[in-house]
């Protein structure tokens, strides 16, 4: 008989340390999924403040360009031909370093992901900062002036990298599709892309590439500050 109540205190006593484990199990859970989720509501509530601070700013950088574009405007209204010809020469820069905006006659490159295939790997099928380089490096072999992709004016400072499924271009996300827009000979730039080594592989994966001459394009010009939502897209806080 006492050895029957030894065993059953024993199992008792096995018994409530399970119990007790699984509650303390349940209890150290839920704690770490408060802490998870007042984590996630921290970052989206700072999250959401940068970017309202970003966009006053954005709207004060707006209001001095206005300004200071009145105060060129009367400056060269004044008739000293000192200034003016520092103005002229100060225009030819812009232009030359790619901050005004351009029209002329060139090409236009839509590039778009292929689509899904189970028997292929994922990355084979979607574009890349790479496959974007060689197509400028292209076009700036066959004479282009002036390039913009997403309407994001390409100068020697650019840079493009892939950021997931986007492209960072001057510091802005972009998803596919990717427009290049490039002003110079349309035919010279036409028949080197479809040409390009670089075309016909991303063809044969289905990538599509799709390029036409246009008579008249405009490319803006590059823009130091520019869409909040491009800078922060993809970067959004969620709840999973």
């Known amino acids: ?11 008792f006593l096995l018994f409530g340390m399970i119990i007790t484990m699984q509650f303390r199990t349940i209890l150290l859970a839920q704690q770490q999924n408060n802490t998870g989720q007042t984590s996630v509501q921290a970052l989206a509530s700072e999250l959401e403040q940068a970017k309202n601070e970003g966009i006053k700013l954005l709207e004060e950088l707006q209001r001095l360009e206005k300004e200071k574009n009145e105060m060129m405007r009367q400056i060269s209204n004044d008739g000293n031909p000192v200034i003016n010809e520092l103005l002229n020469k100060r225009q030819e820069l812009l232009v030359l370093n790619g901050f005004t905006d351009v029209k002329g006659s060139g090409v236009v490159i839509t590039l778009n992901d292929a689509p899904a295939r189970e028997e292929m790997d994922p990355s084979q099928l979607i574009i890349h900062d790479m496959d ?3 197509i400028l490096n292209v076009l700036r072999s066959a004479g282009a002036q ?23 271009i001057n510091q802005k996300r972009y998803p596919v ?3 290049i827009k490039a002003i110079g000979d349309p035919d010279e730039m036409y028949n080197a892309i479809e040409q390009s080594e670089a075309v016909i592989i991303m063809r044969i994966y289905n990538i599509q590439v799709d390029v036409r001459k246009e008579s008249e394009i405009l490319i803006p010009g590059y823009k130091v500050y ?8 993809g970067l959004e806080v969620v709840e999973k």
Do not use: W
């Open 1 to 11: 008989m006492r050895g029957s109540k030894g065993v059953l205190f024993v199992v």
């Open 132 to 134: 974007i380089v060689q």
């Open 146 to 168: 002036a390039i913009s992709i997403n309407d994001e004016r390409i100068i020697t400072t650019s840079r493009h990298f892939c950021v997931g499924p986007t492209i960072l």
């Open 226 to 233: 520019g869409n909040i939502e491009n800078m922060i897209s």
């Open 177 to 179: 599709p990717y427009v």
